[in-house]
């Protein structure tokens, strides 16, 4: 019973979760102290809600052609489901504005998009701009919680990383959907989502230019992690020009480099901790050798 829910909640993907709020809080100003704890205790509840949410809305689709999960093999019923998903979003984003001092509106649009992706992923191809736009507004949400209400005066390093992050979503989404799809008009397509992934390099180059200039040549150290990240996404590319399960296989590697995303934008607070959110992808690997990425 129990594993059924860690497949259902996609737990292998949970730190990067943790990553990911760890980064807003930190670029916007936040310290080591207890609203980060409540914030990311909120991150994984909404993150878990969330991919709950996801199987019971696809229960109709899993029946036909994923009978092994969790829902449709009947060892975790589609209500209680609905009803543990459901509480654990509204829990999740009531903690994250009460304990933690999150805006509201970004916590509101958070469960929104949440639900909206959930929906609608199926049908509607664009359904992956949404989901990009779960994680933006997860490093939002978190960077929000330094300012009193939703002046989210805090936010002019977390923004530019949220964006990337949520470009970086999209790129792999699209990545997997087109890469197992038998049509050949989609190759211009499939370039173009590629290039999606590495929008958070190219940003990365571009803030560190930025910030930088006539600075100390330590401030360059953040840089390091380029290569890291470069590469990861090398690595993921050439497994999924294999074709078939290799294509799953890929997009466990990108999901597992999310916090490596992170590390390029947290180097700037701490290399030390940049260095240990990279150190988390391999691991990160290894955990879904036992709970699948997707």
């Not at 109709?60 to 589609?78: L, N, Q, T, Y």
């Not at 939002?140 to 970086?168: F, Q, R, W």
Request: charged share 15%; hydrophobic share 60%.
């Amino acid at each position: 019973m129990l594993r059924a829910w860690l497949e259902l909640a996609r737990i292998s993907n949970l730190p990067t979760v943790w990553t990911n709020v760890s980064a807003g809080w930190l670029l916007a100003g936040g310290g080591w102290d207890a609203r980060l704890g409540w914030l990311l205790l909120a991150g994984s509840l909404l993150y878990t809600g969330g991919m709950i949410l996801n199987d019971a809305a696809d229960v109709k689709f899993d029946r036909e052609h994923r009978p092994e999960r969790a829902i449709p093999s009947g060892r975790v019923s589609a209500a209680a489901a609905w009803a543990v998903g459901a509480g654990m979003l509204a829990a999740g984003a009531g903690m994250a504005v009460a304990q933690g001092g999150a805006c509201p509106w970004i916590a509101a649009g958070l469960v929104a998009s949440v639900i909206l992706y959930d929906l609608f992923h199926k049908p509607w191809s664009g359904a992956v701009w949404v989901m990009g736009s779960c994680r933006l507004l997860l490093v939002l949400l978190a960077a929000s919680a330094n300012d009193t209400g939703c002046k989210m005066s805090g936010e002019m390093l977390a923004t530019p990383h949220g964006i990337a992050l949520g470009v970086y979503i999209v790129g792999l989404t699209k990545v997997a959907r087109l890469e197992s799809s038998k049509e050949g008009a989609v190759v211009l397509s499939l370039v173009m989502a590629k290039l999606l992934l590495w929008v958070p390099a190219i940003l990365a180059v571009a803030f560190t230019f930025w910030v930088a200039v006539d600075a100390e040549p330590s401030d360059w150290l953040p840089l390091l992690m380029l290569p890291v990240f470069a590469i990861w996404v090398f690595l993921s590319m050439r497994i999924m020009r294999k074709g078939g399960p290799h294509v799953g296989r890929a997009v466990g590697w990108l999901l597992a480099g999310i916090p490596i995303v992170d590390a390029l934008a947290v180097g700037h607070v701490s290399l030390t901790l940049a260095c240990g959110f990279a150190a988390l992808a391999p691991l990160l690997r290894l955990w879904q050798r036992w709970i699948a990425a997707t």
